[in-house]
């Protein structure tokens, strides 16, 4: 396909990156305190991102995958090593830790030699592959295997009815090209963009769905990162500003059909019309963080019941695992739906500003 080399271009760095990661797929075990069971812990240390990867846990130990932590300080020059070596936050290691309290909890700082948080030391550059990071080089693998096995069936036969993994996939390029990009930017301008736009469709709505999927190295909230819809949304952003016509930013600065009051002395039209390039992008960011996160959230929620009425009563615990589980199933298919139409909405919204960017004046 010609916009397969875009895809590519995108998500070759994920093999770097995955085979040093794969080093890294050894059990850190740490014993486990006897403690009633926290909702909240459970719930947000689902959908967090972490420097290790949990697995399960199993006569009171925890099980997890250590991830490749990589810091960088003036002072102690480049530092890469091991996830585990933190013990799961109770170890510093190499004059770092991860804190477990106030604004900078779960985050890596600079450590003393008696182990406690440096309070003068600048947290370093941490430019470690996480979780989320480890879930996005996944998705970006995927996407990578998926479309050049399409694209090579179709430098085989072009014209052969498509069959496989290429009948699923075709039906959906389809439809994000005649049915979003089409409509939205024009027949005839909207080529440029059809790389973007879908690499983006596929890569959020692929990582909505690996993310329900609780098996390693599936099941990370990526696009419930609110870092990572951020970093979509500034991309979009850019590809809609950066493309803008002299058209689009005079109606911006100077708004035709306007009564010249509204303009000056005081620029009102222009700083609401400020406001809104802004608002645009936040919106994006928002709505897919703010969906994604609270599906994962409700499912966790009705899995916690199981043993919040356990502590109660075992017998309690049984008969809240059969409504648990039942609301969990319908929830999950719930949100197979909610996936699909989450990357539908970013990528028409994301089409709708680009075709208002690049319109012709009247």
Known sequence: MKYRG???SIVIIAFLSAFYSGQSLMAAVEPAEEKAFDPGSFIFDHIADAYDWHLFDFDGKHYSVPLPVILYTREKGLNIFLSHRFDHGHAAYRGFRIETEGPDRGRIVVALEDGTTDPDAARPLDLSITKNVTGMLFAAIVMLAIFLTVGSSYRRDPLKPPKGIQ?????LVLFVVDDIVKPAIGEKK???FLPYLLTLFFFIWINNMLGL????PMGANVT???SVTAGLAL??????NLNGNRHYWQHI???????TFLKLPIPLMPLIELVGLFTKPFVLMVRLFANITAGHIITMGFFSLIFIFAQVSPAFGYGATVLSVAFGIFITFLELLVALIQAYVFTLLTSLFIGAAIEDGH
Do not use: R
């Not at 009948?167 to 039906?171: G, M, V």
């Not at 991309?235 to 809609?240: A, P």
């Open 6 to 8: 875009k895809i590519i």
């Open 224 to 226: 419930g990162n609110i």
């Open 235 to 240: 991309t979009s952003f850019l590809v809609v």
């Open 213 to 216: 999927i609780p098996i390693f």
């Open 167 to 171: 009948s699923l996939f075709e039906p």
């Open 190 to 192: 909207h080529e440029p």
């Open 253 to 259: 600065f100077n708004t035709p059909n306007v009564p």
